[in-house]
DNA sequence: CTACTGGCGTTGTATTCTACAACTAGCCAG
DNA sequence: CTGGCTAGTTGTAGAATACAACGCCAGTAG
């Protein structure tokens, strides 16, 4: 039975190891679009109408490179801005057809490496494991 | 209860939120050291004598972003060359006494980060959490 | 109404990370 | 010895990122 702190140490290195690999991984699996591109998309799907100040704050990034990455996007087609007509200063960003239909298709492959990789796990660990990392990631969000 | 497909596509939404939030994370908490170099004096430590290669596998990362990492570490003086007398194309890693020290530091830090963030977790929990990733990042493993 | 203050976003600039390709050097099989 | 393989380095270019300075708009104080 291991200790309290090397479950927590066991914890800071797998999730590290995996967070190190994520970005070369997405790149491989969908070259079109990059973890960051991806990660935005997907937020700005569940969060529709988030304005770029929201997607800095919550991914940890600088407003100058959100407004670069969604000015690329914005040239790609995936998105749309749309001036809030109750503040001029906010821009609320969308999906376009396109965008979405592009987050799909990254959606679908990486789907596909996670089942892959949990396909033998049983179904209550699976549920177990989904809650872990809801329930780290909520508390981590307050330290953020 | 969640179904099969629910959980997995919670586990993959959290894993990657995660690791979009790892690097900057990382960066505010020890900026002398980068995720990335933090991870390659980890896996030093762990791996006594390992090789530029391994890394490079390892993280999925070029060999030329390795070369030149561990370029960075040498002159900082965390890490030297040896040579393998059996293979001169070899080169074994090993960190210095400031390299160790220095990843000590950064440890230190990173593990207080995490130990709050599971302050309030069961200890049974934490060996699960703990044991799922392990299990999840040995399998992902077989796919990189 | 005007001026200050603060929030949102953009742009200029520099740094760092990374990949790909071409290269050197060492090992080994024939 | 030669050809082919492996380990690592270097040239080059592109992408991501941060910081700082700026412009624009909204709200508020005078």
Redo the contacts with the bound molecule.
């Keep these: 039975m291991p200790s309290r702190d090397q479950s927590v140490t066991t914890i800071q290195r797998e999730l590290t190891a995996f967070a190190r690999r994520a970005?070369?991984a997405a790149a491989r699996m969908h070259p079109e679009l990059?973890l960051?591109?991806f990660t935005l998309l997907s937020h700005m799907e569940d969060q529709q109408g988030c304005?770029?100040?929201d997607l800095a704050a919550y991914y940890?990034?600088?407003?100058?490179?959100i407004?670069?990455?969604?000015?690329?996007l914005e040239k790609l087609g995936f998105i749309e801005r749309r001036t809030d007509p109750a503040?001029?200063?906010?821009?609320l960003l969308h999906l376009t057809a396109a965008g979405t239909e592009k987050l799909a298709e990254a959606a679908v492959l990486r789907r596909h490496a996670f089942h892959e990789r949990l396909a033998d796990w049983e179904e209550a660990d699976l549920d177990r494991f989904a809650a872990y990392l809801l329930r780290y990631n909520s508390a981590a969000a307050d330290f953020s």
């Design positions: 970005r070369a990059s960051v591109s304005r770029a100040t940890m990034l600088d407003k100058s490179t407004s670069r990455q969604i000015a690329a503040d001029h200063r906010i821009q």
